[in-house]
Protein backbone atom coordinates (compact mmCIF):
# COMPACT_ATOMS: atom_id res chain seq x y z
CA UNK A 1 0.00 0.00 0.00
CA UNK A 2 1.30 3.18 -1.10
CA UNK A 3 2.45 5.98 2.23
CA UNK A 4 3.05 2.40 4.19
CA UNK A 5 6.15 1.66 2.81
CA UNK A 6 9.73 2.81 3.55
CA UNK A 7 11.90 5.47 0.88
CA UNK A 8 14.61 2.26 0.88
CA UNK A 9 11.24 -0.37 0.24
CA UNK A 10 10.02 1.87 -2.61
CA UNK A 11 13.39 2.30 -3.84
CA UNK A 12 14.02 -1.15 -4.13
CA UNK A 13 10.68 -2.33 -5.78
CA UNK A 14 11.42 0.22 -8.67
CA UNK A 15 11.87 0.09 -12.21
CA UNK A 16 14.60 2.58 -12.01
CA UNK A 17 16.27 0.13 -9.44
CA UNK A 18 16.00 -2.29 -11.55
CA UNK A 19 17.43 -0.34 -14.22
CA UNK A 20 20.40 1.52 -12.01
CA UNK A 21 21.03 -2.18 -10.44
CA UNK A 22 21.61 -3.71 -13.97
CA UNK A 23 23.34 -0.16 -15.19
CA UNK A 24 20.87 0.38 -17.61
CA UNK A 25 20.10 4.33 -17.15
CA UNK A 26 23.03 5.68 -19.49
CA UNK A 27 25.02 7.47 -16.59
CA UNK A 28 27.47 9.48 -17.99
CA UNK A 29 31.30 7.79 -17.57
CA UNK A 30 33.12 8.88 -14.59
CA UNK A 31 34.72 13.04 -14.30
CA UNK A 32 37.57 14.28 -12.42
CA UNK A 33 36.60 15.47 -10.00
CA UNK A 34 37.58 19.99 -9.05
CA UNK A 35 40.67 21.02 -9.17
CA UNK A 36 41.62 17.26 -9.54
CA UNK A 37 42.62 14.16 -11.83
CA UNK A 38 40.56 11.87 -9.81
CA UNK A 39 38.05 9.99 -11.36
CA UNK A 40 34.26 9.94 -9.88
CA UNK A 41 31.02 8.31 -10.89
CA UNK A 42 28.33 10.02 -10.92
CA UNK A 43 25.92 9.65 -7.80
CA UNK A 44 22.66 9.93 -6.80
CA UNK A 45 22.41 11.03 -2.80
CA UNK A 46 20.29 9.78 -0.46
CA UNK A 47 19.75 8.66 3.25
CA UNK A 48 20.16 5.97 5.80
CA UNK A 49 16.59 4.52 4.44
CA UNK A 50 18.85 3.50 0.81
CA UNK A 51 21.68 1.24 -0.22
CA UNK A 52 24.94 2.64 -0.63
CA UNK A 53 25.76 1.87 -4.40
CA UNK A 54 28.77 2.87 -6.36
CA UNK A 55 26.53 5.38 -7.85
CA UNK A 56 24.11 5.43 -5.04
CA UNK A 57 25.51 7.72 -1.59
CA UNK A 58 24.59 7.08 1.74
CA UNK A 59 25.50 8.81 5.28
CA UNK A 60 27.79 7.08 7.29
CA UNK A 61 26.36 5.58 10.49
CA UNK A 62 26.20 7.35 13.48
CA UNK A 63 28.82 4.14 14.77
CA UNK A 64 31.15 4.98 11.96
CA UNK A 65 31.30 8.49 12.95
CA UNK A 66 33.84 7.93 16.22
CA UNK A 67 36.58 10.19 16.38
CA UNK A 68 36.62 10.08 12.10
CA UNK A 69 36.62 13.71 11.00
CA UNK A 70 36.66 12.48 7.49
CA UNK A 71 33.92 10.79 7.66
CA UNK A 72 32.16 13.77 9.45
CA UNK A 73 32.94 16.23 6.38
CA UNK A 74 31.46 13.20 4.46
CA UNK A 75 28.45 12.78 6.19
CA UNK A 76 27.81 16.96 6.22
CA UNK A 77 28.67 17.24 2.57
CA UNK A 78 25.73 14.61 1.56
CA UNK A 79 23.72 16.20 4.06
CA UNK A 80 23.71 19.74 2.46
CA UNK A 81 23.74 18.26 -0.67
CA UNK A 82 20.30 16.28 0.48
CA UNK A 83 18.71 19.60 1.81
CA UNK A 84 19.18 21.47 -1.85
CA UNK A 85 17.86 18.79 -3.33
CA UNK A 86 15.00 18.98 -0.89
CA UNK A 87 14.98 22.57 -0.82
CA UNK A 88 14.57 22.81 -4.78
CA UNK A 89 11.22 20.47 -4.58
CA UNK A 90 9.79 22.86 -1.85
CA UNK A 91 10.24 25.54 -4.18
CA UNK A 92 8.51 23.74 -7.23
CA UNK A 93 5.60 21.89 -4.95
CA UNK A 94 4.95 25.47 -3.22
CA UNK A 95 4.33 26.59 -6.80
CA UNK A 96 2.77 23.58 -8.37
CA UNK A 97 0.40 22.26 -6.12
CA UNK A 98 -0.22 19.12 -7.61
CA UNK A 99 3.11 18.07 -6.04
CA UNK A 100 1.69 18.09 -2.61
CA UNK A 101 -0.04 15.17 -2.82
CA UNK A 102 -0.50 11.54 -4.91
CA UNK A 103 -1.14 12.10 -8.03
CA UNK A 104 -4.19 10.26 -9.11
CA UNK A 105 -3.63 9.05 -12.43
CA UNK A 106 -1.66 6.07 -14.06
CA UNK A 107 2.17 5.88 -13.76
CA UNK A 108 2.97 6.95 -17.50
CA UNK A 109 0.76 10.58 -16.86
CA UNK A 110 2.10 10.81 -13.32
CA UNK A 111 5.69 11.12 -15.32
CA UNK A 112 4.76 12.83 -17.84
CA UNK A 113 2.43 15.35 -15.73
CA UNK A 114 6.48 15.78 -13.50
CA UNK A 115 7.98 16.42 -16.07
CA UNK A 116 6.04 19.56 -17.39
CA UNK A 117 5.64 20.46 -14.16
CA UNK A 118 9.54 20.63 -13.86
CA UNK A 119 9.86 22.35 -17.63
CA UNK A 120 6.90 25.04 -16.75
CA UNK A 121 8.58 26.02 -13.65
CA UNK A 122 11.75 26.31 -15.30
CA UNK A 123 10.46 28.55 -17.98
CA UNK A 124 8.93 30.98 -15.02
CA UNK A 125 11.57 31.14 -13.39
CA UNK A 126 13.94 32.18 -16.77
CA UNK A 127 10.99 34.44 -16.98
CA UNK A 128 11.34 35.95 -13.54
CA UNK A 129 15.23 36.74 -14.53
CA UNK A 130 15.94 33.62 -11.27
CA UNK A 131 18.94 32.26 -12.77
CA UNK A 132 20.58 33.00 -9.94
CA UNK A 133 19.03 30.59 -8.18
CA UNK A 134 19.40 27.59 -10.54
CA UNK A 135 22.78 28.26 -11.14
CA UNK A 136 23.11 27.94 -6.94
CA UNK A 137 21.51 24.70 -6.99
CA UNK A 138 23.21 23.36 -9.60
CA UNK A 139 26.35 24.41 -8.04
CA UNK A 140 25.26 22.94 -4.73
CA UNK A 141 23.91 19.99 -6.29
CA UNK A 142 27.33 18.51 -8.35
CA UNK A 143 26.62 14.78 -7.96
CA UNK A 144 27.68 11.60 -9.99
CA UNK A 145 27.92 7.55 -11.28
CA UNK A 146 28.10 4.08 -11.50
CA UNK A 147 26.69 0.60 -10.19
CA UNK A 148 26.98 -2.34 -7.94
CA UNK A 149 24.38 -3.43 -5.48
CA UNK A 150 23.79 -4.76 -2.08
CA UNK A 151 24.20 -8.65 -2.04
CA UNK A 152 22.73 -10.27 1.24
CA UNK A 153 22.89 -7.12 3.19
CA UNK A 154 26.93 -6.62 3.03
CA UNK A 155 28.03 -3.27 0.70
CA UNK A 156 29.63 -4.46 -2.29
CA UNK A 157 33.51 -3.08 -2.37
CA UNK A 158 32.47 -0.91 -4.89
CA UNK A 159 30.18 0.92 -3.08
CA UNK A 160 32.85 1.10 -0.06
CA UNK A 161 35.71 2.60 -2.69
CA UNK A 162 33.32 5.26 -4.08
CA UNK A 163 32.15 6.42 -1.14
CA UNK A 164 35.80 6.92 0.34
CA UNK A 165 36.89 8.48 -2.81
CA UNK A 166 34.22 11.35 -2.01
CA UNK A 167 35.29 10.82 1.61
CA UNK A 168 38.88 11.82 0.68
CA UNK A 169 37.88 14.44 -1.48
CA UNK A 170 35.68 16.57 0.50
CA UNK A 171 38.54 16.65 3.17
CA UNK A 172 41.48 17.45 0.64
CA UNK A 173 42.60 20.56 0.20
CA UNK A 174 40.83 20.24 -3.65
CA UNK A 175 37.34 19.55 -2.45
CA UNK A 176 36.96 21.47 1.06
CA UNK A 177 34.83 24.36 1.59
CA UNK A 178 35.96 26.60 4.49
CA UNK A 179 32.95 26.57 6.42
CA UNK A 180 32.84 22.37 6.85
CA UNK A 181 34.97 22.10 10.00
CA UNK A 182 32.73 24.81 11.54
CA UNK A 183 29.05 22.21 11.07
CA UNK A 184 30.83 18.67 11.89
Not at 75 to 103: D, G
Not at 112 to 124: E, G, P, Q
Request: net charge positive; with cysteine; aromatic share 8%.
Amino acid sequence: MVGRESDGGVLRNSVFFKKLQQNQLNIPDDVDLPNTNIKAPYTFIGDEAFPLLTNLLRPYLRKQLLNDQKKKIFNYRLSRARRTVENSFEILSSKWRILNKAIETNVDHAIAITKAVCVLHNLVLKHDQLNNLIDNLEEQTNISKNSIGRQNNRFGRLAKDSRELFTEYFSSQAGSVPWQLDHI
